[in-house]
Structure formats: structure tokens, C-alpha cells
């Protein structure tokens, strides 16, 4: 079974930094690509970052363009958000995805999901 397990999430002010983890488990980890979306209350989730399977390629949403960076460390089958320069309106529940094909930015193309992490960023 696969699991995703999002981690490092908290209360942040404006301007400051936070980085996500995502630990993977039950999926050989290094044939996947991986993506991060976000879910903020009331809104649907939305794409964030992608990654492909060995690290060469990333594509951001707009939105996180200059401010997060993806990673990935196969040996660790862990993926990484790092988050610069936050703003209130990245708030939002974090998840972390394996992406199954097609578009990267769908959220419909992840087939398994983590259970979120929650980000705050005060103003």
C-alpha cells in the first residue's frame, strides 16, 4: 500500500520561510513523478509544484514562481516544498502527490494523496 505522510507545516509570518516534507512509502519511489497542491477552506485544491521522477525538471504554479522550490532525495523517498518569502494567501492545507500521468498541474492525475499538512502564514 502506498502511503504519502506531509510533514513540516506550522504558523509562519509573512515573509519568513517554511519547508515541507513528504515521506513516501509502499511505491518504488524513484519511477514516479511527485507533485505538491494546496487546499485552502472553501477553495478546491490546487496545483503547487511538480517534479519529475530524477529531479531534472520542475514546473510551478504562477502563484509559487521564485519563492518555492521542489526537491526530491530518492534514496530517502522523500520530496521537499521549500517556501520563501510566505504571504497570507499561501494558507492552506499542504498534500503531496504521485502523479499517474497526463497533465501535472490536474489534480486528478495523483493517484494517492497524503493526509495534508496545514500551513499558516499571519500577516
Known amino acids: 500500500q502506498v502511503w504519502l505522510v506531509e510533514s513540516g507545516g506550522g504558523l509562519a509570518q509573512a515573509g519568513g520561510s517554511l519547508r515541507l516534507s513528504c515521506a513516501a512509502s509502499g511505491l518504488i519511489f524513484s519511477n514516479y513523478h511527485m507533485g505538491w497542491f494546496r487546499q485552502a477552506p472553501g477553495k478546491e485544491r490546487e496545483f503547487v509544484a511538480h517534479i519529475t521522477w530524477n529531479n531534472e525538471r520542475t514546473y510551478y504554479a504562477d502563484s509559487g514562481k521564485g519563492r518555492f522550490t521542489i526537491s526530491r532525495d530518492n534514496a530517502k523517498n522523500m520530496v521537499y516544498l521549500q517556501m520563501n518569502s510566505l504571504k497570507p494567501e499561501d494558507t492552506a492545507v499542504y498534500y503531496c502527490?504521485?502523479?499517474?500521468?497526463?497533465?501535472?498541474?490536474?489534480?486528478?492525475?495523483?493517484?494517492?494523496w497524503g493526509q495534508g499538512t496545514q500551513v499558516t502564514v499571519s500577516s
Open positions: 502527490g504521485r502523479f499517474r500521468g497526463g497533465t501535472y498541474y490536474a489534480n486528478s492525475n495523483y493517484a494517492y
